[in-house]
């Protein structure tokens, strides 16, 4: 991108040169959060169910400084003290992330609900609802998409499924995480 906005300086096309400029500051924003969410989960051993939510609270709060977006929300329910590896709440972030882009950027949703439920210390449910219409990737699409979620939810021993109304409605991602028993409590 730079070697690009130095050649496009190099023709004159100033209005070319600030439009580069613009996506390499982006993109640069983009890297810097990613790598402060990585630092986030990676500083700790564990993480508490209730810390995960709040980072994807921000999340959502920040989105819409990057993109046009829908009305985002995100749920919590149940024991917010219980503790996961920092591995697998850095998993579950990116997962949720990655639903969340798909519901905004290929299904064009006006809506997108993000719950995560500790369901008696035993399974944490992560769930992903949007109203937008689900498409599949087109065949040769190189994207990670649904099958980087559903890698990144098997990595962590969890169960991912897809679900679409038949008649385009409601798209939820499921991820459902068996939790620990020595699991302890911050």
Do not use: Y
Not at 159 to 183: H, I, K, M
């Amino acid at each position: 991108g730079v070697e690009l906005a130095q050649l496009t300086v190099g023709a004159g096309n100033r209005g070319a040169v600030d439009e580069h400029l613009a996506r390499l500051r982006a993109e640069a924003q983009r890297t810097m959060d990613q790598l402060h969410e990585t630092v986030w989960s990676l500083n700790r051993e564990a993480v508490a169910i209730g810390e995960l939510a709040e980072q994807v609270q921000e999340h959502l709060h920040e989105h819409p400084r990057h993109h046009q977006t829908p009305a985002l929300e995100c749920q919590v329910e149940g024991d917010l003290q219980t503790v996961l590896p920092s591995g697998h709440a850095l998993e579950i972030f990116r997962l949720i992330q990655e639903a969340v882009h798909n519901a905004i950027r290929h299904a064009g949703a006006r809506h997108v609900e993000v719950q995560l439920t500790n369901e008696r210390n035993t399974t944490l449910r992560i769930e992903v609802r949007d109203d937008g219409t689900f498409r599949p990737p087109p065949d040769g699409h190189k994207g990670l998409g649904v099958a980087g979620m559903r890698t990144r939810a098997e990595r962590i021993g969890g169960s991912f499924s897809l679900e679409v109304e038949a008649a385009g409605g409601t798209t939820t991602v499921r991820v459902v995480l068996p939790l620990d028993a020595r699991e302890h409590r911050s």
